[in-house]
């Protein structure tokens, strides 16, 4: 595959989002080719699941099992209309979130087993993986509190407690130091515009062409 395929990973209110769109206009800037996209919601189908997904529903709670289906669809879906296709045509795809994500919230957060989301992560990518993950290391307290200050309210997930948001920090830090090749942590808690900079320099660094 011709493209380069960069994930951006972190808890909420990290900064991925932002710092998609400052490293999309830097890269076209430079007369690259870039496609944004995103998981949950990468395509039509997984629009409908992320939905299903992140709606508040007191009354009827998703079961954790079919919620990490319902990703592992979400992604298969993306992976095979999205992602592979953009790749072969040598596109720049900058992803928010992707495997790691279902390691750290529903392995790490809700405590499934990492063997089986391990199985079903290379099922749903047929083993596509990214060329470089950009974590966004960020306090879990100070991501929130960004989410609340300019939200006016949180998610299903946004909801869950201090506890679990930290277990899913720590499902990132072990990712990280178990994949130290393919992924890069960056402290999120600097300045939007100090992050962006931290990021060219990897970028330089890892793409140098
Ligand atoms: N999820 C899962 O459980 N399992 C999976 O496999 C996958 C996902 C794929 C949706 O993700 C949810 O799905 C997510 C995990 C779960 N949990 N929740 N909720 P999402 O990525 O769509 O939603 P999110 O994590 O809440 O991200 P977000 O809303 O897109 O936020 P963000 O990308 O991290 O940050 P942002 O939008 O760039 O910034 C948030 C605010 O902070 C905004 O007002 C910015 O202006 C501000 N900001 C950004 N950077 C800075 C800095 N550096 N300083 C100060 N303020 C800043």
Redesign the pocket.
């Known amino acids: 595959m011709g493209g380069k395929f960069i994930v951006f990973e972190?808890?909420?209110?990290?900064?991925?989002?932002?710092?998609i769109q400052l490293c999309c206009q830097w890269l076209e800037s430079l007369g690259m080719s870039v496609v944004m996209t995103?998981?949950?919601g990468g395509t039509e189908l997984g629009l409908q699941l992320r939905r299903l997904?992140?709606e508040k529903a007191e009354d009827k709670p998703i079961a954790e099992v079919t919620e990490l289906l319902l990703?592992a669809a979400d992604r298969s879906q993306h992976v095979e209309q999205e992602l592979k296709p953009h790749l072969a045509a040598g596109k720049y795809i900058l992803c928010?979130?992707?495997t790691d994500?279902?390691i750290a919230?529903?392995g790490y957060?809700r405590g499934l087993s990492l063997k089986l989301i391990e199985q079903l992560n290379s099922i749903a990518t047929s083993g596509l993986q990214s060329d470089l993950t950009i974590w966004?290391d960020v306090d879990v307290e100070v991501?929130l509190a960004?989410?609340r200050?300019?939200e006016a309210g949180l998610?299903r997930?946004?909801q869950e407690t201090i506890a679990f948001h930290r277990r899913v920090q720590q499902g990132y830090a072990e990712l990280a130091t178990s994949h130290p090749a393919r992924i890069v942590r960056i402290d999120?808690n600097?300045?939007?515009e100090a992050?962006h900079q931290v990021i060219q320099k990897i970028w330089r660094d890892r793409f140098p062409s």
């Open positions: 972190g808890v909420e209110g990290c900064g991925k989002t932002s710092q995103r998981e949950p997904l992140l990703y928010d979130r992707y994500s279902t919230y529903q957060g966004l991501g960004r989410k200050l300019n998610d997930i946004e999120g600097l300045k939007q992050v």
